[in-house]
């Protein structure tokens, strides 16, 4: 079997537009909400949400170009854009063994939403001609392969808000098991829509608070549901001896990858958390090692009663005692809930903590709950002696997966 090492990073997010500001702001404990500008919000009851911030396309496409393609996608071809450059890996591989896992949750929400009202408004024959590239699932995927000549696997990964994370592990196993080289994975999303809104809130989802400062409060008992966030989070996962032979940047090792499914319910997480303790089982067993004190664990921490109690509950079954000996800790406190682009930041953020030995905190912290009860890195960031680093995503329908990073030893 081969190894597998992370050699490139790329962020589009809610605090930031680059790996550099997006792990400063949530190392500092800046959260990205605010008040909807995308369109009028005044008759809904939700209000504030995670927008990304002065993102130009024009840094990433071109020009002509940035009107036929959804938002979701390009947040997708920014972020892989930069991951490849970081990589340095352009020219140095096969193309044939070159791929893309990039998926969304969603897809090209803001294109279907705005497209809808021009059938309504003058009549299907008057729908853009680009109406189905820009709104598929699987487009940024396709673009990412284009732009950067991955003519190898392909394969875009939909599983709501576990999207990313199930990108990274299948990437994963397809370079371990040799059938490429490298491969651009992780996912993109931007679902900040009246639809999509509208949708998560009437679903009693959605937080309706109107103050930025207490909306997305992980594992404290105030918490009253998640906050939409949106961008792109892309990682370049290279077989080892290719990165060595070349000289590239090694981040860190990924070492097992776990994926299950409650079985249970569209939306809720199983009361008994039985999917996420065996996601979380499997990712230890491939990686032949323990869930021990070294561990930090990024959590799905979605800021909804249900979530948070059954990851806690999940987490202590795994670790056992060591459970309340090590860090936990949801950057959804403060870049909000991504969706199928989550697991992609969210990565990067276990990354850098592998490589910094800084954990980032669950910010807005403030009341704990009973069935809560672990260290949850509360609103500060803070210094840890780690060498593993266990990311966590659960979406609808039940999909939970996982992936455990590891300082390289080489």
């Not at 991951?83 to 070159?98: Q, T």
């Not at 990924?254 to 089982?281: F, L, Q, R, S």
Request: charged share 20%; hydrophobic share 40%; aromatic share 6%.
């Amino acid at each position: 079997m081969k190894r597998v090492v992370i050699t490139g990073l790329g962020a589009i997010t809610p605090v930031g537009n680059d790996v550099d500001s997006f792990w400063n702001g949530i190392t500092s404990g800046k959260h990205g909400f605010g008040s909807i500008t995308r369109f009028d919000a005044s008759d809904m009851k939700a209000k504030v949400v995670a927008e990304v911030k002065d993102f130009k396309a024009a840094d990433y496409i071109e020009k002509s170009e940035v009107k036929r393609t959804d938002l979701y996608a390009q947040y997708g071809l920014a972020a892989a854009a930069q991951a490849v450059e970081s990589s340095g890996i352009e020219g140095k591989i096969d193309p044939e063994r070159l791929g893309v896992y990039v998926g969304s949750g969603i897809g090209g929400l803001s294109t279907m939403v705005n497209q809808v009202g021009v059938m309504m408004a003058k009549g299907a024959d008057r729908v853009s001609p680009f109406v189905v590239p820009m709104m598929i699932a699987n487009i940024s995927a396709g673009l990412i392969a284009i732009k950067h000549n991955a003519r190898g696997v392909n394969l875009p990964i939909i599983s709501a808000c576990a999207t990313a994370t199930h990108s990274i592990g299948e990437a994963f196993r397809v370079i371990k098991h040799g059938y490429a080289d490298a491969i651009i994975t992780g996912g993109c999303e931007a679902s900040i829509t009246n639809l999509g809104l509208g949708g998560f809130t009437t679903a009693l989802a959605h937080s309706t608070s109107d103050d930025p400062d207490n909306a997305s409060m992980p594992f404290d008992l105030r918490r009253n549901g998640f906050i939409m966030g949106e961008g792109a989070g892309v990682i370049i996962l290279e077989e080892y001896e290719h990165a060595k032979n070349r000289d590239a940047r090694i981040y860190c090792e990924i070492i097992g990858y776990g994926n299950t499914c409650d079985a249970h319910h569209i939306t809720a997480p199983h009361p008994d958390a039985v999917g996420t303790i065996k996601m979380m089982e499997l990712a230890f067993k491939e990686a032949n090692t323990l869930p021990d004190q070294k561990t930090y664990v990024n959590a799905h921490g979605t800021s909804t009663p249900l979530n948070d109690k059954a990851e806690t509950y999940a987490i202590k079954q795994v670790f056992g005692d060591n459970a309340y000996k090590i860090p936990v800790s949801s950057i959804k406190s403060m870049v909000g809930h991504m969706l199928g682009a989550a697991g992609g930041a969210e990565a990067i953020a276990a990354i850098k903590a592998i490589e910094t030995g800084i954990i980032p905190p669950t910010a807005g912290y403030k009341e704990p709950d009973p069935d809560c009860d672990l260290d949850y890195v509360p609103n500060i960031a803070r210094k840890c002696d780690i060498d593993k680093a266990l990311s966590i995503s659960l979406g609808f329908g039940g999909h939970n997966a996982g992936i455990l990073f590891k300082k390289l030893e080489v």
